[in-house]
């Protein structure tokens, strides 16, 4: 016996993407379900990036009080750019006037699950998408098993994928789970979680014959890390000891504070964006639609940027009978997307050392941060990026 849902959006994953859309969504008064296969505590407890351009803290405001980003989150107005054992400070207040907040992905999620819930809203975890169909017709259907296994169904106007990299509503709308343009990278991140006071104010992105590493903080007493290394190390494969060793290899002329280690992972690098991001009455939000490195921490701000995109046109198609927002969402959201890419591909390659590197790369490297961080123009660049490029009206 399958179980029939109706609702006007399905919302299939309960990463930042879905769970704002469907705040956004019961703003405008539209209703939603959201299911992912995840329990809350998952949900919850992944460890993920931690920058929010300003734009993104903004959108969040709109939770009212169960956004803690500005309150429990650090402003920062600069990054260190780090290179040939000097530091380089990109000051974000005085080129652009805007900051980011350093603030976890997954303490986002604690909030937007604590609002949606207050809100009443239809979220249920341990629910499994197995397909999306009639994706062509004005009734869409999720069909997916509930945390006991049992066949369910939810019918909706509109139907939207944002469940992750691995994404199963991707091949409603791109023919295939594959289906995009790719690219991979001869190395990752092996991030730490350690007990210790930061090592600096605000982030180092340092660059180092040995690799890139990043310098990133928690709170007062757990820091959060990153060295390049090769995509299959395994992180048992090192000794505390040896971490730190490798860590403050890569940020000559800076001494880091050290402490117990409690968390080791490695992040792989890729990039990735769906050739479609919408087909009929479904559509494609966040990792579902695009996948970047990590570096410049574009991930779940570039999730939130879609899903202001489609709040707005699912409003004016679901409310409105107008379809001229939802038609225009793959391409506005497109251009975003792709700078974003650029941006993290372009941040990625200034910063980290490929294993074929040679003498004339690492000068030409060099020669390139140079040219960033000895320019106003330069800075200014970076910094717009990074804070997040304004919001067309
Ligand atoms: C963090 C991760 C990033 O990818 C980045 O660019 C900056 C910060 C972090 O986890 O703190």
Redesign the pocket.
């Known amino acids: 016996m399958t179980t029939t849902v109706r609702t006007r959006v399905a919302i299939v994953g309960a990463g930042p993407a879905g769970l704002l859309l469907s705040h956004l969504l019961d703003r405008a008064g539209i209703d939603s379900v959201v299911i992912d296969q995840r329990s809350r505590d998952e949900i919850e407890s992944t460890?993920?990036?931690?920058?929010l351009e300003q734009g993104t803290v903004e959108l969040l405001d709109d939770l009212g009080p169960h956004s803690r980003a500005r309150t429990v989150g650090h402003r920062h107005d600069g990054i260190e750019l780090r290179f040939e054992g000097e530091g380089h400070r990109i000051d974000f207040a005085e080129t652009v006037g805007r900051a980011v907040w350093?603030y976890?992905?997954h303490e986002v999620l604690k909030d937007l699950v604590a609002a949606r819930l207050a809100a009443g809203q239809d979220l249920r975890f341990g629910v499994t998408a197995e397909a999306i169909a009639d994706a062509e017709t004005d009734r869409p259907r999720v069909l997916a098993r509930d945390a006991e296994g049992r066949p369910l169904q939810i019918e909706a106007d509109f139907v939207v994928g944002s469940d992750g990299s691995r994404s199963v509503a991707r091949a409603a709308v791109t023919g295939s789970s594959q289906g995009g343009y790719f690219r991979e990278y001869p190395f990752a991140?092996f991030?730490i979680l350690c007990e210790a006071p930061p090592s600096a104010d605000e982030?180092i992105?340092s660059n180092s014959p040995d690799g890139f590493a990043?310098v990133?903080?928690?709170s007062d007493t757990v820091q959060?890390m990153?060295f390049q290394c090769d995509p299959d190390t395994d992180t048992a494969a090192f000794t505390e000891e040896q971490l730190w060793d490798e860590l403050q290899k890569r940020v000559p002329g800076t001494t880091l504070k050290q402490g117990p280690i409690f968390q080791r992972d490695v992040?792989r690098f890729r990039s990735f964006v769906a050739h479609e991001l919408r087909r009929g009455r479904v559509a494609l939000a966040g990792d579902a639609a695009h996948t970047v490195p990590?570096?410049?921490?574009?991930?779940m701000n570039l999730a939130i940027a879609d899903v202001r995109l489609l709040a707005e046109a699912l409003r004016r198609s679901l409310l409105e009978g107008d379809e001229r927002a939802l038609d225009a969402y793959p391409e506005a959201a497109s251009r975003r997307i792709w700078k974003a890419q650029h941006f993290s591909w372009w941040?990625t390659s200034l910063l980290h050392v490929t294993p074929d590197a040679t003498d004339f790369d690492r000068r030409r490297q060099v020669g390139e941060l140079r040219s960033v961080v000895e320019s106003a123009h330069g800075r200014a660049a970076l910094a717009e990026a990074y804070t997040g490029w304004p919001f067309p009206s």
């Open positions: 460890i993920r990036a931690g920058i350093l976890p992905q991140w991030g982030l992105y990043l990133s903080q928690r959060r990153y992040l990590p570096t410049g921490a574009k991930g941040m």
